[in-house]
């Protein structure tokens, strides 16, 4: 399978209970306890910003951005990415990523954060953050505190992750 085989569209009230299937399987319980999950839950992903892939009518995966405040920077924390185990290596995790940061970069953010492994997500542009630049509210690896810049300037993203539910109101 190549990656044209994969059909992007905005996610659907209609792909809610494969998508969080696709999550129980590829996180497990422990994810309402990791800290991403928790700034997350708190705004939700902007619809805008969320994804699917699509192959022969599955779900191959999705991609959701939610947004956050940095101190005064307006970003958007990733996840999550999953990808279906069938369809793993095929290009969907890919093409999603590449979808959600081409349109996170025509609106008025920032950048993006994640929390995740920096040898997948360097292909896409994302750094690591410099120690104590950023925080999330919770306990994670700094190594795998990453930042993708959308803009020429991300030195206002300094401080605490903190979800900015006002972005779901303009």
């Keep these: 399978m190549c990656q044209s085989e994969f059909q992007l569209t905005p996610e659907l009230p ?12 590829a996180f497990g319980p422990g994810r309402f306890a990791r800290t991403a999950f928790r700034v997350r839950e708190a705004v939700g992903p902007l619809p805008e910003l969320s ?3 699509l192959s022969g009518g599955y779900l191959a995966g999705s991609v959701r951005l939610s ?9 958007l924390l990733l996840g999550p990415l999953a990808v ?20 996170a970069k025509s609106l008025s953010f920032c950048a993006i954060l994640l929390v995740g492994d920096y040898d997948y997500y360097k292909r896409f542009g994302f750094q690591r953050v410099p120690m104590g630049q950023i925080t999330m509210p919770g306990p994670v690896d700094p190594g795998r505190l990453l930042v993708l810049p959308l803009g ?12 900015d539910t006002s972005a ?3």
């Design 14 to 25: 209609l792909h809610f209970d494969a998508i969080e299937q696709l999550h129980r399987d």
């Design 51 to 53: 994804y699917v892939a």
């Design 67 to 75: 947004p956050v405040k940095v101190g005064i920077c307006k970003a």
């Design 84 to 103: 279906h185990p069938d369809f793993k290596n095929k290009g969907a995790g890919q093409l999603l990523m590449q979808k959600a940061i081409e349109e």
């Design 152 to 163: 020429e300037d991300v030195s206002q993203c300094l401080g605490v992750v903190q979800a």
């Design 168 to 170: 779901l109101l303009s």
